[in-house]
């Protein structure tokens, strides 16, 4: 099992920057790729970044240039930094962890993020 535990999200205004974490525990030896994920009033869930075990990253094309993910592996921790935030930023943000092997992946309860034009 894998736990994930997400802070660092509020309120701030449009062109500001927040920058989120997620601490994982538990089997995280099993763990490939983390990332981040959110989910807007209405919409489905989607990728906003990813980062994998050797370091590789991945981005929504909607915040390229503007969020950078990275990750502290002495300190099991994965960031977001969101620059330059838009109003359509605003979500519920997820942290995941994916096993490649079994398929698995695991979910943290989400942060909120609100951006105000």
């Known amino acids: 099992q894998v736990q994930l535990v997400e802070s660092g999200g509020g309120l701030v205004q449009a062109g500001g920057s927040l920058r989120l974490s997620c601490a994982a525990s538990?089997?995280?030896?099993?763990?490939?790729?983390m990332g981040w994920y959110r989910q807007a009033p209405g919409k489905q869930r989607e990728l906003v970044a990813d980062?994998?075990?050797?370091?590789?990253?991945n981005y929504a094309d909607s915040v390229k240039g503007r969020f950078t993910i990275s990750r502290d592996n002495a300190k099991n921790t994965v960031y977001l930094q969101m620059n330059s935030l838009k109003s359509e930023d605003t979500a519920v943000y997820y942290c995941?962890?994916?096993?490649?092997?079994?398929?698995?992946?695991?979910w943290g309860r989400g942060t909120q993020v609100t951006v105000s034009a």
């Open positions: 980062i994998t075990s050797g370091g590789s990253t």
């Open positions: 995941n962890a994916h096993n490649n092997r079994y398929m698995r992946d695991y």
């Open positions: 538990g089997s995280i030896f099993s763990i490939n790729v």
